[in-house]
């Protein structure tokens, strides 16, 4: 079946810093992407929709400036966390779904999430 | 944008079925039932989903009513590698707008 592949899988970095996950499709293109956050105990929020070629659309109350999305191949998107703080340690988990053919209800397929702390 | 309500948690001895169930109520006729599993600290795993028919693949089986308000994920034989958080979730919007919007899920604890 389809897979995410993303990475790294954990990354411990100093305040300050920027980190950046990589989310790739690996036996299939992917037009779109998405990218989620999950904090301890709570559900998967969905941060922003990344599709290929063009710009991000983000949630609201997320900071496209402070959360930089890159979708540059139909196999790869890359959330960069600018200048992170303590309070962005989470787990950020991506998405790609199985471009539609004739019905847009193909599922989306999701990595295993890069665990970010930051100190 | 339709919304999903499950209990949440239950328990289920191994073995036996587990039968998950989710109210979606405000569902649109061309909305689809998706169901998800979250084991902890993974991403969530695609499990089933339908729009009207009852479903089944080699995870599970989905069971939608002819109203299409609700829904029930049966695992047949559940073991201890289901315990999980189950989300169920219906399609928001179509084409590339199309997303997934988690709610808080079930989770499913497996005993012995």
């Known amino acids: 079946g389809a897979v995410v592949s993303q990475h790294p899988s954990w990354v411990i970095c100093k305040s300050g810093t920027s980190v950046k996950i990589e989310c790739r499709s690996l036996?299939?293109?992917?037009?779109?992407m998405f990218w989620y956050r999950q904090f301890p105990k709570q559900s998967l929020m969905l941060m922003a929709t990344?599709?290929?070629?063009?710009?991000?659309?983000?949630e609201q109350g997320v900071e496209k400036d402070k959360f930089l999305i890159n979708h540059a191949s139909l196999t790869l998107s890359t959330l960069t966390v600018t200048s992170a703080h303590p309070e962005d340690s989470s787990f950020y988990i991506c998405?790609?779904?199985?471009?539609?053919?004739?019905?847009?209800?193909?599922?989306?397929?999701f990595g295993d999430g890069t665990r970010l702390s930051i100190l | 944008d339709a919304k999903t309500t499950q209990p949440p948690s239950m328990d289920c001895a191994e073995g036996r079925a587990a039968n998950l169930p989710c109210n979606h109520s405000?569902?649109?006729?061309?909305?689809?039932v998706y169901w998800y599993r979250q084991i902890h600290s993974q991403g969530p795993q695609y499990i089933i989903h339908g729009l009207k028919n009852n479903e089944t693949n080699e995870m599970a089986s989905l069971i939608i009513t002819e109203d299409r308000k609700s829904s029930t994920l049966i695992l047949p034989h559940a073991t201890l590698r289901d315990t999980a958080v189950y989300y169920c979730?219906?399609?928001?919007?179509?084409?590339?707008?199309?997303?997934?919007?988690f709610g808080t899920g079930t989770r499913l604890q497996v005993t012995l």
């Open positions: 998405s790609a779904r199985v471009p539609p053919t004739l019905h847009s209800n193909q599922p989306q397929h």
């Open positions: 979730i219906v399609r928001v919007g179509a084409g590339t707008a199309s997303k997934l919007t």
């Open positions: 405000t569902i649109s006729g061309n909305e689809y």
């Open positions: 036996d299939f293109q992917a037009t779109t």
């Open positions: 990344s599709n290929e070629g063009s710009k991000a659309t983000y």
